[in-house]
């Protein structure tokens, strides 16, 4: 009898600490979903830089034939589904804001993960900011926070970030915890989101255009040096794409208003060839495709639609002058882009109409542009 009751208790306390265990694993999971939750509703850097990252993941896996690293400038003056409609070739501006050339690695150790591109084309002014700006916080943010947590992040972090940082992005709500005193721009910013997402890709592919023309027309000089710092992360993208047997890889300086000086220039062109990749520098010949310094720049750094449409055509023509890409897509693929090649002429003639209004306003792909 005394053993019966025995065995009785046993099993009564098993049960309770089954159900115990139950109570705390649900209450575990309920926390980590909410921290997930709370984790991507609280993060509000930059919405624009957020969606050109968050896009690339929605292109299919091995249909892009040219992807495309850099900044700001490779997003405005670059538009990848006129480049397909008039040359054939798929492309990404896998491009964020202000990104350093500190991140290039990174960036490009991404688009190998989910892509296969036969050319690889690099902007270089990530490698001319100063050192404060080569290592500024917002700017590295800009991609790491809207990276896919993969090693290829956990990477990023440990050669970017110093170990006392690490934590706050490690977990992203220790830096963006105060985000919810803006309800406007958290509102805001899922509303981009969910009209981003209303198609299955995004349809422009990363596009950031104001709509007027050039206000600060400069004759100036651009003095921007290429520092130590700047010259170690070039050498390290170079020793990158060598390590990962990349031939076909082209670094450009994308047309601004203000030319880069000839000592600068000659140094990164020396650092490039001298690697066995090709340099080409568009802003000193970009009156050979017709740019207009008053009226195809929105600003002394990016094109309008106007400049967007002149050079997407003569660097496209450029890349199909100088290196064999194979063109050949599966009918899904092509049908695919040719709805983005619609949608992007569609907006653009609406954004040419605003522009020659003189109307001032940036729109992105995930624009509401209301025509």
């Known amino acids: 009898m005394i053993w019966g009751l025995t065995i009785s208790y046993r ?117 001319l900011y100063n050192v404060n700006s080569l290592q500024d916080e917002g700017t590295l943010r800009q991609w790491i926070d809207n990276m896919e947590k993969n090693d290829n992040w956990l990477d990023t972090i440990s050669e970017r970030i110093e170990p006392d940082d690490r934590k706050n992005y490690y977990v992203r709500l220790l830096k963006y915890h105060s985000n919810w005193e803006n309800p406007k721009d958290l509102v805001k910013r899922q509303c981009d989101i969910d009209r981003n997402n209303e198609s299955d890709v995004s349809l422009c592919k990363s596009m950031g255009i104001r709509t007027q023309t050039n206000p600060e027309v400069s004759t100036a000089e651009n003095k921007s040096k290429l520092t130590d710092l700047g010259k170690s992360y070039l050498e390290e993208t170079i020793a990158y794409c060598q390590e990962k047997g990349l031939k076909n890889v082209l670094f450009i300086r994308a047309p601004h208003n203000k030319k ?5 220039n000659q140094q990164l062109e020396e650092i490039i060839t001298q690697n066995g990749y090709a340099y080409m520098n568009f802003e000193y010949i970009s009156e050979e495709f017709g740019i207009d310094d008053k009226n195809d720049y929105f600003n002394t750094e990016h094109l309008n639609v106007f400049g967007c449409e002149k050079f997407t055509d003569y660097l496209s023509r450029y890349i199909t002058e100088n290196y064999t890409i194979e063109t050949e897509h599966s009918e899904d693929v092509d049908a695919e882009w040719n709805k983005c090649a619609e949608h992007t002429n569609a907006v653009f003639d609406t954004l040419k109409e605003r522009t020659l209004k003189e109307e001032g306003k940036y729109y992105t792909e995930f624009s509401d542009m209301k025509w």
Do not use: W
Request: proline share 2%; with cysteine.
């Open 11 to 127: 099993d009564k306390m098993k049960n309770e600490y089954l159900k115990r265990v139950f109570k705390l694993t649900a209450v575990g999971l309920a926390m980590m979903i909410l921290y997930i939750f709370f984790a991507d509703l609280m993060k509000f850097n930059n919405t624009n830089s957020e969606l050109h990252v968050r896009n690339f993941y929605r292109e299919p896996e091995n249909t892009i034939d040219v992807g495309l690293i850099g900044a700001s400038e490779m997003y405005a003056d670059y538009s990848a589904p006129l480049a397909y409609q008039e040359y054939g070739f798929t492309s990404y501006n896998l491009c964020v804001a202000g990104t350093t050339g500190g991140v290039y690695k990174s960036m490009i150790r991404e688009m190998l993960s989910r892509q296969t591109p036969q050319l690889l084309v690099i902007e270089v002014n990530g490698f």
């Open 260 to 264: 880069l000086n000839k000592k600068t």
